[in-house]
C-alpha cells in the first residue's frame, strides 16, 4: 500500500509512543512462538515484532518500511503475502501480526501461509478484534492507516482456519485498556471477549 510508503516513520513512531501497549502484544505473542524454529513474518512492516521475537525471515509490499526493517537487522524479502517466494513446507511457522487487515485478498494469504509451512507447522495471527472495544474504536476513528482497513472478528479468521484444515485453535488476548492509557506490561489472559488484541494460533494437519 502506498500509504505505508508515505508514512512508515509516522506508523513506526506508534511502538514507541504506545511503548506498554507494544510490550503487551509482544508478551503474548512470544507465550504461542515456537522457540528455535525457522519463522516468516508476512507484512514484517518496519520490523518491531520480527527483530524481537528472533523471526527468520519477513516479507512485506511496503519498500520503504522494508528499509526500516532491514537497518533493524531483519532478513527482509519484497513480496505480496498473496504470492510468497517460497517453496512449500520451508517454515516451521508463519506469523501475520496486525497485517491481515491490510492485504487484498486474506484468505489467498491464508492459503499461501499454509502452503510454505511445513507438516504441523503453526500459523500465528495477531489481530485487532473487530467485535472489540478497540475495534470499535478504530473503525470510528478512520485514522490514515485504519481507514484502509478491513477488520475480521475472532469467529471469522477461525472459520478460515477450520476450512483451511488448521488444527488446535488457541486464543490469547491483550490490551485490556486503550493503548495510550496503558503504564505496564499487561499479562496475556486465555480466550477472546475482552481484550483488544487477540493472538490466534493452530497447526497445519
Same mark, same amino acid.
Do not use: H
Given at each position: 500500500?502506498?500509504?505505508?510508503?508515505?508514512?512508515?516513520?509516522?506508523?513506526?513512531?506508534?511502538?514507541?509512543?504506545? $511503548?506498554?501497549?507494544?510490550?503487551?502484544?509482544?508478551?503474548?505473542?512470544?507465550?504461542? !512462538?515456537?522457540?528455535?524454529?525457522?519463522?516468516?513474518?508476512?507484512? %514484517?512492516? =518496519?520490523?518491531?515484532?520480527?527483530?524481537? &521475537?528472533?523471526? =527468520?525471515?519477513?516479507?512485506?509490499?511496503?519498500?520503504?518500511?522494508?528499509?526500516?526493517?532491514?537497518? $533493524?537487522?531483519?532478513? =527482509?524479502?519484497?513480496?505480496?503475502?498473496?504470492?510468497?517466494?517460497?517453496?512449500?513446507?520451508?517454515?516451521?511457522?508463519?506469523?501475520?501480526?496486525?497485517?491481515?487487515?491490510?492485504?487484498?485478498?486474506? !484468505?489467498?494469504?491464508?492459503?499461501?501461509? $499454509?502452503?510454505? !509451512?511445513?507438516?504441523?507447522?503453526?500459523?500465528?495471527?495477531?489481530?485487532?478484534?473487530?467485535?472489540?472495544?478497540?475495534? $470499535?474504536?478504530?473503525?470510528?476513528? /478512520?485514522? %490514515?492507516?485504519?481507514?484502509?482497513? =478491513?477488520?475480521?472478528?475472532?469467529?471469522?479468521?477461525?472459520?478460515?482456519?477450520?476450512? &483451511?484444515?488448521?488444527?488446535?485453535?488457541?486464543?490469547?488476548?491483550?490490551?485490556?485498556?486503550?493503548?495510550?492509557?496503558? /503504564?505496564?506490561?499487561?499479562?496475556?489472559?486465555?480466550?477472546?471477549?475482552?481484550?483488544?488484541?487477540? %493472538?490466534?494460533?493452530?497447526?497445519?494437519?
Amino acid at each position: 500500500m502506498v500509504i505505508f510508503d508515505q508514512y512508515c516513520q509516522r506508523y513506526d513512531a506508534w511502538y514507541d509512543k504506545n $511503548r506498554f501497549a507494544y510490550l503487551s502484544e509482544l508478551q503474548a505473542l512470544k507465550t504461542v !512462538l515456537p522457540r528455535s524454529s525457522r519463522g516468516l513474518e508476512i507484512g %514484517v512492516g =518496519t520490523g518491531r515484532f520480527a527483530k524481537p &521475537l528472533g523471526i =527468520t525471515i519477513g516479507v512485506d509490499p511496503s519498500a520503504e518500511m522494508l528499509k526500516i526493517a532491514a537497518n $533493524r537487522g531483519v532478513n =527482509t524479502r519484497w513480496s505480496f503475502g498473496e504470492n510468497l517466494p517460497f517453496f512449500k513446507e520451508t517454515f516451521d511457522y508463519v506469523a501475520i501480526i496486525i497485517s491481515l487487515c491490510f492485504v487484498q485478498d486474506p !484468505l489467498q494469504v491464508l492459503r499461501e501461509s $499454509r502452503r510454505v !509451512l511445513k507438516k504441523n507447522g503453526k500459523i500465528i495471527l495477531g489481530i485487532v478484534d473487530k467485535d472489540s472495544f478497540l475495534g $470499535r474504536f478504530y473503525k470510528r476513528k /478512520k485514522s %490514515v492507516f485504519y481507514k484502509e482497513a =478491513t477488520f475480521f472478528s475472532v469467529k471469522e479468521l477461525t472459520e478460515f482456519l477450520v476450512d &483451511l484444515k488448521f488444527k488446535r485453535i488457541n486464543y490469547l488476548q491483550t490490551l485490556f485498556d486503550f493503548p495510550e492509557k496503558i /503504564k505496564r506490561v499487561q499479562k496475556p489472559r486465555k480466550g477472546f471477549g475482552k481484550g483488544g488484541f487477540i %493472538v490466534i494460533s493452530g497447526k497445519k494437519a
